[in-house]
């Protein structure tokens, strides 16, 4: 007759449970550590791919800027040296327009001479008038547009003061004379120095890009 016993029995189901307890428990801490370290490679890859993504931008932002820097100073090169070229020859003309029929003069009685007094002048403005033009239409793509526009303004100025004193003659030197004189050679001046002033703003603006 088979022997029962109850305790070695539940002896016998403790240590079955127990071997059952540690072996689940073994092969849950196999399958956890498997699955951490796929899921810390897999993390990994992810970051890596993250961190590439990063570097990409901020290459590209970094020369975005470059090119924009480099744009800017290329810009503000072209039109400082077009604006400076330009302003000297537009300076030297005003200096000629002062002295072309200025509000305090001295002029010879002698008619002869007084034509020989105003052509003289008239020829020295032609010559820098001349030049002006010139400048402007060879840089004319280099300048802003409300710069330009005062510049054309001087231009138109001076082109009606040699075409008024041409037609003149000596009457150029009248007292009707030098007040036509002085309406062009006012708004020579106010032009002259608002395209100044635009100009000091234009730097101020693409030195602060």
């Known amino acids: 007759m088979y022997d029962f016993s109850l305790p070695t029995f539940l002896a016998s189901l403790v240590g079955s449970g127990a071997t059952a307890w540690l072996v ?12 951490l370290a796929r899921y ?3 993390l990994d890859k992810e970051f890596e791919s993250y961190r590439d993504s990063l570097e990409q931008k901020r290459k590209r932002v970094e020369a975005d800027l470059g090119h924009r820097t480099y744009v800017t100073k290329t810009q ?5 040296n077009a604006v400076k070229e330009i302003f000297a020859t537009l300076g030297r003309l005003r200096l000629s327009f002062n002295g072309l029929r200025p509000f305090v003069d001295w002029t010879p009685t002698d008619e002869g001479e007084k034509l ?7 020829n020295h403005f032609r010559e820098r008038f001349n ?7 060879s840089v004319f793509p280099f300048v802003p ?11 138109k100025a001076g082109f009606v003061e040699i075409r008024h004193i041409e037609q003149a003659g000596v009457e150029a030197l009248s007292p009707k004379g ?4 002085l309406k062009q050679h006012e708004k ?3 032009a002259y120095f608002t395209a100044a002033k635009l100009v000091r703003e234009r730097f101020n603006q693409l030195s602060q890009s």
Do not use: N
């Not at 689940?24 to 699955?35: D, P, Q, Y």
């Not at 020989?116 to 008239?122: C, D, F, T, V, Y």
């Not at 030049?131 to 239409?137: G, K, M, N, S, Y």
């Not at 547009?145 to 231009?155: P, S």
């Open 24 to 35: 689940v428990k073994g092969l849950s801490g196999h399958i956890a550590e498997r699955w």
């Open 40 to 42: 810390k490679s897999d």
């Open 76 to 80: 503000f090169d072209t039109e400082f």
């Open 116 to 122: 020989k007094l105003i052509s003289a002048r008239l």
């Open 131 to 137: 030049i002006l033009v010139d400048t402007a239409e």
């Open 145 to 155: 547009e409300d710069i330009y526009a005062q510049l054309e303004i001087c231009m």
């Open 178 to 181: 030098y007040d036509d004189g």
């Open 188 to 190: 020579f001046t106010t």
